[in-house]
């Protein structure tokens, strides 16, 4: 299965779910399922994903030669989808995986992809497609926005899931990424499944949550999942 983290609203942890999906994903299947590995994906040319998955802070280099996945979207690549996929540097999981990618080459492949929108959304499905057989569930992680890259990961994915903060904007920046979601779905992949509304760094005493998180479970009830509380050592444990 492919997974795509997306929310077009800066904030809500996106990243932080995604590669935690991952990392949970990871530690829970079953190491006899016929496929064990979870493989992350990084589309967001900032790249925090893919470097927090490797142990690297975003200023760090990257002391892994050759190419990296902006080459695959491009086209350009000559090795295999393999080639540019190394291990997560997570002492909990040995069976989480995570792609190259190098900020730089993502600006440039997010830059060339949206000057073609027509073949380009279609760039991320055909570099997984053969690495499907080989992992159990591949998390994406998107841009904060409705550019190319998070195009590219709802063409790909079969499921979706977005998180949110219970806040005005939140709500609104809910319904923008519903509305691009159902607008895939229309276009370019129908089976595009929404498998849950993640509320994120929900702070409980404040009487403006309650209220959405209340509407939120009339709204789109069971679709919201259990929300998870704003913690200093969440954001401690991110910036480690």
């Known amino acids: ?82 080639d540019i996929i190394h291990p997560a540097a997570f002492p909990e999981t040995n069976n989480m995986d995570v792609a190259l990618v190098r900020p730089q080459g993502m600006a440039q492949a997010e830059r060339v992809l949206t000057s073609d929108l027509t073949d380009g959304i279609y760039a991320l499905e055909e570099y997984l497609e053969p690495l499907r057989s080989a992992y159990a569930v591949i998390v994406v992680d998107t841009p904060p926005s409705a550019g190319a890259m998070t195009l590219n990961a709802l063409v790909a994915a079969d499921a979706v899931l977005v998180p949110m903060e219970l806040t005005k904007l939140g709500v609104d920046g ?6 691009v979601i159902e607008k895939v779905r229309r276009r370019h992949n129908p089976d595009l499944r929404l498998i849950g509304i993640a509320p994120n760094r929900c702070d409980f005493r404040r009487s403006e949550t309650n209220d959405i998180y209340r509407f939120m479970r009339q709204q789109y009830k069971d679709l919201v999942l259990l929300p998870v509380s704003e913690r200093a050592q969440i954001a401690y444990a991110t910036s480690l």
């Open 1 to 82: 299965m492919i997974l795509a983290v997306s929310a077009l609203k800066g904030g809500p942890g996106k990243t932080t779910f995604a590669v935690n999906v991952a990392a949970g994903l990871a530690l829970r299947i079953s190491r006899r399922t016929p496929r064990p590995r979870v493989l992350l994906i990084d589309l967001d040319p900032q790249a925090h994903a893919a470097y927090w998955a490797l142990g690297k802070s975003r200023g760090d280099p990257l002391p892994i030669p050759g190419e990296d996945l902006s080459a695959h979207l491009l086209g350009t690549a000559q090795g295999s989808p393999l």
């Open 174 to 179: 809910l319904r923008e990424t519903l509305a």
